[in-house]
């Protein structure tokens, strides 16, 4: 009997307790179970009420001027996305997409960028300010500088060319913005300082790119072809580069020069190509990576190119540039010996042969250079013609 009565007095708690946890318990909110969601405008802009008059007078100048900037040329930042065709182990294609960004120079619907961005792509989209999207082509295309432009067939009044500037002039320390789409997120803008000027860069074909601003503004993967502007809004290069171990932002980004941007865009729209100059010598022995030939041929130089070859009826068989004459065995190599080393172009010393075909990428077919060579120990300056090369 007492163990009926404790059974069924234990029941009535176990239930008692079953009835309070169902009527008291509540599901997880939605809300803090997911992550918080991006809300896109349809300008980019922000979605939030216009700030009062009071709240603009607290801002300071610098931050009216990043606002300025953004409102009025944050319209010309396009969103560049790209389709490639790789293919998976069946050889089936299988299509890749990339982002990147492009500035718009004109109303006629042209857009610098990278060519690293374009390289390759079987499909161009464009994404406007306004969220509307057009398909692209390739008009222009200069690896050597990694640049390029595209153009879209775009109403005009959708069109915000941003002015190019100088490169001339810069500072380091002076401010700069940034205008992108970092990892997708259009048109983020990021600003800093120009950190240093004049640095060299490679591109993926192995030119040499000088005059390159060094800027700590974040630049990330998204952000190439996207413009680098000063506090005037004018672009003053073109963000191409990061120095990074991670992949992304360490505040070492770098630009290739409005100058050279400038200077290469027309022919890039008219032509669809650069015009450069031809020099005509192979087989560049760099002396600086090969002491001992310079010591083994009694050449008194620790830097320069050793010509191997003259290409017959090339500007430099025509300027004078002598190849060698004969071969000597130093160590285990066979080394070309009594012709020229080449010391500068333009004054501009030589080093590693990339470099001297950047130098005389710099200038067009038909331009008279100076050519500095080392030979019989004595120093010659020969002025030569260039032709124009190959397209590649």
């Known amino acids: 009997m007492k163990n009926a009565i404790k059974a069924a007095f234990l029941t009535s708690i176990i239930t008692a307790a079953l009835v309070y946890v169902v009527l008291e318990w509540k599901p997880l909110r939605p809300e803090t179970s997911r992550p918080p969601q991006v809300s896109w405008a349809a300008s980019g802009a922000s979605t939030s009420t216009a700030p009062s008059a ?4 607290r801002l300071s100048e610098d931050e009216k001027n990043n606002i300025d900037i953004y409102q009025k040329y944050g319209p010309g930042v396009v969103n560049i996305t790209t389709t490639t065709l790789a293919y998976d182990f069946f050889l089936q294609p299988v299509p890749q997409s990339g982002t990147g960004s492009g500035a ?9 960028t990278n060519h690293h961005v374009i390289a390759e792509a079987q499909r161009l989209e464009v994404t406007l300010w306004d969220r509307s999207k057009y398909r692209a ?8 500088h990694d640049l390029a432009i595209i153009k879209i067939d775009a109403p005009k009044d959708k069109l915000k060319p941003i002015p190019i500037g100088t490169s001339q002039g810069l500072l380091v320390g002076q401010k700069v913005l940034a205008i992108g789409n970092p990892y997708g997120l259009e048109r983020t803008l990021t600003t800093g300082i120009i950190s240093s000027l004049g640095r060299s860069i490679e591109t993926q074909n192995r030119r040499v790119v000088d005059e390159i601003i060094q800027t700590d503004a974040a630049i990330n993967p998204g952000n190439s072809g996207g413009p ?6 004018e672009i003053i290069g073109i963000n191409t580069a990061i120095y990074s171990e991670s992949g992304g932002s360490v505040g070492i980004g770098f630009a290739i020069p409005a100058d050279t941007v400038r200077s290469i865009t027309g022919d890039l729209i008219t032509l669809g190509y650069v015009p ?12 600086a990576d090969y002491p001992m030939i310079a010591e083994g041929l009694r050449l008194n130089a620790d830097h320069g190119l050793l010509v191997g070859a003259v290409v017959p009826g090339s500007p430099a068989q025509k300027g004078g540039i002598r190849p060698p004459t004969s071969a000597v065995i130093i160590g285990n190599a066979q080394v070309p010996a009594g012709g020229d080393v080449i010391l500068a172009i333009n004054g501009r010393d030589v080093g590693a042969a990339n470099n001297l075909n950047s130098l005389i990428d710099k200038y067009k077919p038909g331009e008279r250079i100076t050519v500095t060579v080392l030979r019989d120990g004595r120093k010659l300056d020969l002025p030569i013609v260039l032709g124009e090369a190959q397209r590649q």
Do not use: C
Request: cysteine-free; glycine content about 12%.
């Open 54 to 57: 009071a709240a603009v007078s």
């Open 276 to 287: 450069r100059g031809y020099l005509g010598v192979r087989t560049l022995i760099n002396l």
């Open 104 to 112: 718009v120079v004109d109303t006629n619907g042209h857009i610098v």
């Open 228 to 233: 680098l502007l000063n506090s005037s809004g």
């Open 137 to 144: 082509k390739v008009v222009g295309d200069d690896p050597n």
